[in-house]
């Protein structure tokens, strides 16, 4: 009698799946015509495997598919690499958008643009044996499926290279489709740097992430998530390499742009609406899937330095909140996050293992498995074997690999050529069922986005959805609720109809010797001039930069302004001519104290926005709403005296110049 109601349930759940055939789009599979529904010969042998046909449960397509496949394809199967379009360019490490940029090799490294040499460590790297791999090439003999796209072109070109690369895989024995990933696309960004973002890109605009915390929306937040995913959809991407869950408690830490800022509370909203929007509630056809980094946090880097390289191996805890840093990766795992990526970073302390998080068994597999109950991929970082193997340099290859695995990393990012994985298996480091485990969640991954019925898209769709007015408009609300009103003294704030006013934008690039780039918009209601001495009001707008992530020396971190590529005497001479708004753009939580002295009437911070955006606040178009996502230091001595781990709000009174959730309104 159980049998047969366990055969009953069977038959429902098989009958439940087949009621809707699903769109099919092939280019050289033939389809398999069973009654009314058809299926893709991905594995052209004319019969209709378990792994085709869509009605199964994608556990039993999974099983199917791995008993196929070859050690050596499902080996090139947990591979990830940078791939490119024919003559397409992306920005080189620390190279901000508009300067120089650099061709980079396809296929496997990216970032390291000197061959032979780990521009992290400024080392050679271990062994020279991995050749690039055109995509071709990747696809055919190295049986890679999982590509990360760094190169920005226009929608039509991505939409149709991407069912180019669908076409190849569908090709091939087994016709598994590839996945391809990209970093954030649909933010203002002043560090485009490969691995970070992709920077100025045809899709719509949005806050920096910092921003998006800014605004305090967490419907509007789920609707840009939802505008972006049709956007990513439509040209093919279907996997984010994003959102960062990490926690801007460090301010001196060289990645905080890319945060939703210091509270764990509000990363963890943010992070849940940003993961839904994109995903849905599970996974399907539908879905851009995420991978949430960098567990279990990156922020609280030992002086601020970043794990990319080895001055900045490591992260600690002198405040005891390691929990606190973990709290955003709870709130991942319950919106279902696909993947999750580690950090480089090797925690330091006695009650931790000194190795990197790739490789750390008590963070992945004890922690995040175990513990948390995370049980989606777990993707590691770019290059922690060849490149950045923190706290396990004198293993061999195959053995960072074997540790690697044991700790629970399921796809590795950063090479093209899995030989060194083959040779892992082969030499008996790793059993072929710790790689089936692997591989079943990559190809449950594929299944659960409808990959297999359907990895093409509509080249006209594309272009018509990338960047249309309605998402705009979203876009444009949040550029404007993302800005913070700091300081508003006298009430200089808003402009009174008709004031004049001088505008500039000051900005060094690095690259040139200091730009201040004068500005008179077309504005109605604003009288702007040519020359400070016209002016009833100056509005001076400072992007600082630090020079960006990629170029890091180890050297010691600095957040005052000085040091950051503003000429604060300039500033100060404007400031003592005449009544000034300062607007700030946020990257890390500037050390303003050379250019606030008592006189600077308004503040304004911004967090990647628009002129347009900037002036509506200014002018009261928009009454400003946004809350500051951090805390912004006094002083120098401040930042320093900080605990890496701990919130800025938390640091005591004394901290503190804009508490984080300051922000006023008119």
């Known amino acids: 009698m159980k049998q047969l109601f366990v055969f009953c349930l069977s038959l429902s759940s098989l009958i439940a799946f087949a009621q809707n055939q699903p769109t099919l789009d092939r280019r050289t599979a033939e389809i398999i015509q069973q009654g009314k529904f058809q299926f893709k010969d991905l594995n052209k042998n004319k019969k209709l495997d378990r792994y085709e046909d869509w009605r199964l449960p994608v556990q039993e397509r999974v099983k199917d598919l791995v008993s196929q496949m070859t050690l050596e394809e499902k080996l090139g199967f947990m591979l990830i690499s940078t791939t490119r379009m024919g003559g397409d360019q992306v920005f080189a490490q620390g190279v901000q958008p508009g300067g120089p940029t650099s061709k980079i090799t396809d296929g496997f490294n990216e970032e390291d643009l000197v061959q032979g040499t780990n521009m992290f460590t400024r080392k050679p790297l271990p062994v020279p044996n991995m050749s690039a791999a055109g995509t071709t090439k990747g696809v055919t003999q190295f049986h890679l499926r999982h590509f990360i796209l760094r190169a ?297 986005l409808g990959l297999f019925e359907n990895p093409y898209v509509n080249v006209d769709e594309a272009v018509n959805t990338i960047g249309k007015k309605e998402y705009k408009e979203k876009a444009d609300l949040a550029l404007r609720k993302s800005i913070v009103l700091a300081r508003n003294d006298q009430k200089i704030l808003p402009l009174k109809a008709a004031t004049k006013v001088y505008f500039e934008t000051y900005m060094n690039t690095g690259r040139n010797k200091d730009v201040i780039k004068v500005a008179k918009p077309n504005y109605p209601g604003i009288v702007f001039v040519d020359t400070k001495e016209e002016a009833d009001v100056v509005l001076l707008w400072l992007i600082p930069s630090g020079g960006g992530l990629f170029s890091s020396q180890g050297t010691k971190i600095d957040l005052r302004l000085s040091t950051n590529r503003i000429d604060v005497n300039h500033v100060n001479e404007i400031i003592e001519a005449k009544p000034t708004i300062v607007a700030i753009n946020y990257t890390n939580p500037w050390v303003i104290e050379e250019i606030d002295k008592g006189k600077t009437r308004g503040i304004i911070a911004t967090f990647g926005t628009t002129q347009d955006a900037l002036l509506d606040i200014v002018s009261g178009k928009f009454n400003p709403t946004g809350k500051m996502p951090f805390t912004t230091p006094k002083t120098m001595q401040a930042v320093e005296n900080n605990k890496s781990d701990v919130p800025g709000y938390m640091e005591g009174p004394d901290y503190g110049l804009f508490a984080f959730g300051h922000g006023l309104s008119y």
Not at 302 to 307: A, E, K, L, Y
Not at 333 to 338: D, E, K, P, R, V
Request: glycine share 10%; charged share 20%.
């Open 152 to 448: 920005s072109a226009a929608p039509d070109v991505m939409a149709r290279w991407s069912n180019n690369l669908q076409a190849l895989c569908e090709s091939t024995r087994l016709g598994i489709p590839a996945i391809v990933a990209s970093n954030p696309r649909n933010h203002v960004t002043t560090d485009a740097s490969v691995g970070l973002s992709v920077g100025l890109t045809a899709f719509s605009k949005w806050p920096g992430e910092l921003g998006l915390a800014a605004m305090r929306d967490f419907s509007l937040t789920r609707t840009f998530a939802e505008i972006a995913a049709s956007e990513w959809r439509a040209v093919g991407l279907r996997k984010g390499y994003m959102y960062m869950a990490d926690l801007a408690t460090e301010p001196r830490w060289q990645r905080v742009e890319g945060t939703f800022g210091e509270d764990a509370d509000l990363t963890s909203n943010m992070i849940r609406e940003i993961i839904l929007g994109f995903q849905g509630t599970k996974l399907n056809s539908k879905s851009v899937a995420m991978t949430t980094k960098h567990f279990p946090g990156g922020g609280p880097q030992v002086d601020g330095q970043d794990s990319h390289f080895d001055w900045g191996k490591f992260a600690h805890y002198p405040g005891g909140m390691f929990d606190y840093h973990v709290k955003p990766f709870q709130a991942a795992i319950a919106a279902g996050t696909s993947a999750i990526m580690p950090y480089y970073s090797a925690p330091k302390g006695k009650e931790f293992e000194e190795v990197g998080f790739s490789y750390n068994k008590a963070m992945i597999d004890d922690l995040l498995q175990k513990k948390l109950g995370f049980h989606g991929i777990i993707n590691s970082d770019t290059g922690p074997i060849e490149m950045m193997p923190w706290g396990v340099e004198n293993l061999s290859l195959p053995e960072r690999y074997q540790k690697a695995l044991n700790a629970g990393v399921d796809i590795f990012s950063g090479s093209a050529d899995p030989s060194t994985l083959v040779e892992t298996v082969k030499k008996g480091l790793i059993s072929e069922a710790r790689i089936n485990v692997s591989v079943a969640k990559l190809l449950t991954e594929k299944f659960e």
